[in-house]
Nanobody
Framework: QVQLVESGGGLVQAGGSLRLSCAASGRTFSGYDMGWFRQAPGKEREFVAAIRWSSVGTYYADSVKGRFTISRDNAISVYLQMNSLKPEDTAVYYC??????????????????WGQGTQVTVSS
């Protein structure tokens, strides 16, 4: 079983940048599709971005397209570079792993493993 640990969250002003990292422990996530989701207070968890195990396919929510970039070191870490941050990006961000590659990446139930989350707060 893979454990996921997110880091890199924090407080940033609108227009600023943050880079989130998701590291594997217990085993690598080589061969897994990976995703980032976020959840703001009082709202449902929503899809942010995903990347296939091969790094060939990347997917983004419309709300972050052009501002966020997902990437991976195939076996060990997944990253989410967040630029031009807005107050509406404020949320807890979660990393997730899907060992059954090829599933639809934008749905939370696709993923079997989740990290504990890291808080991102964007001030106006």
């Amino acid at each position: 079983q893979v454990q996921l640990v997110e880091s890199g969250g924090g407080l940033v002003q609108a227009g600023g940048s943050l880079r989130l990292s998701c590291a594997a422990s217990g085993r690598t996530f080589s061969g897994y599709d990976m995703g980032w989701f976020r959840q703001a207070p009082g709202k449902e968890r929503e899809f942010v971005a995903a990347i296939r195990w091969s790094s060939v396919g990347t997917y983004y929510a419309d709300s972050v397209k052009g501002r966020f970039t997902i990437s991976r070191d195939n076996a060990i870490s997944v990253y989410l570079q967040m630029n031009s941050l807005k107050p509406e990006d404020t949320a807890v961000y979660y990393c997730a792993a899907d060992p059954a590659v090829g599933n639809y990446p934008g749905r939370a139930m696709t993923y079997d493993y989740w990290g504990q989350g890291t808080q991102v707060t964007v001030s106006s």
